[in-house]
């Protein structure tokens, strides 16, 4: 039997501000035995999704139940080289605080590249290097979170991201499970937020005339419910980790599916 009643795939886009009405912005959403269908945003002058609107949204839908996983296609967290060269304790909460200081790209009017520039926020006081990545990003060859300005990248939708995954914490507590900060083990009953890459499950599905961004949140919404009622999700959730990978992740996070 499936443990969620709802999995929901979110695309994100890191551009312009958490107000700016979005294409690359998509969500689907599926049910056990259902198809994944793309959920639209409320309807407004703004034909597609805003960061805002999409953490706004997700907060009504973890609030009210039932048992629900999300998964969101940028970076949770950063290399555990960022926490030593800035000196920070190796604490999620914490990094989740300090970071929406020196990056508050969920405030408005507030571009990625307005805080790398020095315009707002104090960017430079928290930067990173293209050169260090996290140990799930090695496994599967993906980019950097710091690697911004190249294709494929996702530094610009994490520095984008995080901020919002900060207010969802704040305001849901322990009602939702963030995976794997919180705990390798998620109790029933509870929803769960994680991080995805839809490049492990994108070939998987046909497009069926999707965009890009449509495919990318339609085949994360898609695996997380067939993995959920087939087993393999139970077994996504405890991936094989060696003891140092697995506290190395507790700090860095893990991308849901990569074993």
Do not use: N
Not at 17 to 44: D, F, I, W
Not at 88 to 102: E, G, K, M, T, V
Not at 107 to 116: A, K, L, M, S
Not at 143 to 153: I, P
């Amino acid at each position: 039997m499936p443990s969620f009643q709802r999995h929901i795939g979110i695309d994100y886009s890191g551009a312009e501000t958490a107000e700016s009405s979005l294409k690359g912005l998509r969500v689907y959403q599926a049910t056990p035995g259902a198809p994944a269908v793309e959920v639209q945003p409320p309807p407004s002058p703004r034909k597609y999704w805003t960061r805002r609107g999409i953490a706004h949204w997700l907060l009504e839908v973890l609030a009210e139940g039932p048992p629900t996983l999300v998964g969101i296609d940028h970076g949770f967290s950063f290399p555990l080289r960022y926490f030593e060269v800035h000196h920070l304790l190796p604490d999620w909460s914490a990094f989740l605080d300090d970071f929406q200081a020196h990056w508050p790209t969920d405030e408005p009017h507030t571009y990625v590249d307005f805080v790398r520039d020095g315009v707002c926020g104090d960017g430079a006081a928290r930067m990173g290097s293209s050169k260090w990545r996290r140990i799930c990003e090695e496994r599967c060859r993906a980019k950097s979170v710091f690697h911004f300005d190249v294709q494929g990248s996702v530094a610009k939708s994490t520095h984008a991201g995080i901020p919002w995954l900060r207010f969802l914490r704040s305001r849901l507590g322990a009602r939702v499970h963030f995976w794997p900060f919180d705990g390798w083990d998620v109790a029933p009953g509870r929803s769960v937020i994680a991080e995805v890459y839809p490049s492990l499950w994108r070939q998987a599905y046909p497009t069926e005339g999707r965009t890009g961004d449509q495919q990318d949140a339609y085949a994360v919404a898609a695996w997380l419910r067939d993995a959920d009622a087939d087993g393999r999700l139970s077994q996504a959730l405890k991936p094989g980790l060696t003891d140092y990978e697995r506290v190395m992740a507790g700090v860095e996070g893990w991308i849901l599916g990569l074993w």
